[in-house]
């Protein structure tokens, strides 16, 4: 498994960045940056491509929302070629809350959307001329929609690659299925590897079946924080207020896709309570109700052994890719904290 971590988004990043050299070289293989409604990604993803040599780098997410479908595949032509070939494009739909809300766009159709952005970064990538008839993006712009002097153009410059891996971060089974036909990668959330199969084992064997060989096998990135040590239970209760802000936060009734998650667990009552409790505006009662399995399971936080077995588990399960955040109190603990990580991860 290659061992990857985020990169906080709510800070500046100049003093992140600094500290990436010593992840480099303790073994970490890949660093995602997030973007949600601070600094933008593709500035640090620049930043942390003149500072580092081997680590992969990948936003984690570009939502497909906010960039048109050409300024994506633009995009990630540019990092790719000032990275030397290390960039991965991780892409997601994100929620109404950042799209209507921070971006004002309509949040609509993100499956056929993220199908049609696909097939256009990598028509780009090809340096084909643009002639696209797509039922969400149209290229040119017919005449009927706009001035009709638009014509197919193709990029200009000359991509170091010319399929850029993409990773998607889906969790409903027709985005699911979608990914595990068409991208490089999947990133799930809150994920529990014991019952990965029975939550989305029909919709990944669907799109494996439409899979184009040449993708290769699908990377699983599996997210979680760690922690290794006797005494460092208590962190678990770090994940509290983000799982309770997605679970009862990022949606409303009805329109909750990590509640509907928490749901498919078989947590439905408690996944109804802490929505009820964070929409009401009480974030602590519900941060109390996120089931402790649940953030158990999802985490590697706990003895050698512990991280040992759940590592076993997560790799029994599929996943390819470990995304941790590493708890510590300082830098020289977290960078031990992938070391170690590292060495269990190849010893499983």
Not at 49 to 73: K, M
Not at 319 to 326: E, K, Q
Request: glycine share 10%.
């Amino acid at each position: 498994m290659r061992i990857g971590m985020s990169l906080n988004y709510a800070g500046g990043f100049r003093e992140t960045v600094d500290e990436l050299a010593d992840y480099e070289k303790a073994g970490l293989d890949i660093v995602f940056v997030p973007e949600a409604y601070s600094y933008d990604a593709v500035s640090q993803l620049g930043f942390i491509a003149a500072r580092t040599e081997r680590l992969q780098i990948a936003s984690g997410i570009l939502q497909i929302y906010s960039r048109t479908p050409t300024l994506t595949a633009m995009t990630a032509a540019g990092l790719d070629y000032v990275s030397d070939g290390r960039f991965v494009l991780g892409i997601g739909a994100s929620g109404p809350q950042v799209i209507e809300g921070w971006h004002g766009v309509p949040y609509h159709a993100p499956v056929g959307r993220t199908r049609e952005i696909i097939e256009i970064c990598r028509a780009v990538w090809r340096r084909e001329r643009l002639s696209y008839d797509g039922k969400y993006y149209k290229l040119p712009l017919p005449a009927e929609e706009g001035t009709g002097l638009g014509k197919p153009l193709k990029l200009i410059n000359h991509p170091v690659r010319e399929r850029i891996p993409i990773i998607i971060a889906s969790l409903g089974p027709k985005n699911v299925e979608m990914t595990a036909e068409l991208a490089e990668g999947w990133e799930p959330i809150f994920y529990v590897p014991e019952k990965a199969d029975r939550v989305w084992g029909e919709a990944l064997a669907k799109g494996k079946a439409k899979r184009d060989p040449a993708l290769g096998e699908l990377d699983v990135v599996a997210q979680a924080p760690l922690a290794i040590g006797d005494d460092v239970a208590g962190y678990l209760d770090f994940g509290r207020p983000m799982a309770a802000l997605y679970i009862g936060g990022m949606g409303a009734k009805g329109r909750n896709f990590y509640n509907d998650l928490a749901c498919r667990y078989g947590y439905e009552r408690e996944a109804e309570e802490i929505q009820d409790l964070y929409l009401d505006g009480k974030k602590q009662e519900a941060a109390e109700k996120v089931p402790y399995e649940l953030l158990e399971k999802t985490s590697l936080i706990g003895t050698e052994g512990f991280v040992r077995d759940r590592l076993a588990a997560l790799k029994e399960s599929g996943v390819t890719t470990l995304n941790v955040t590493p708890i510590a109190g300082d830098h020289a603990d977290r960078v031990k904290l992938i070391e170690k990580v590292r060495d269990l991860a190849a010893s499983v």
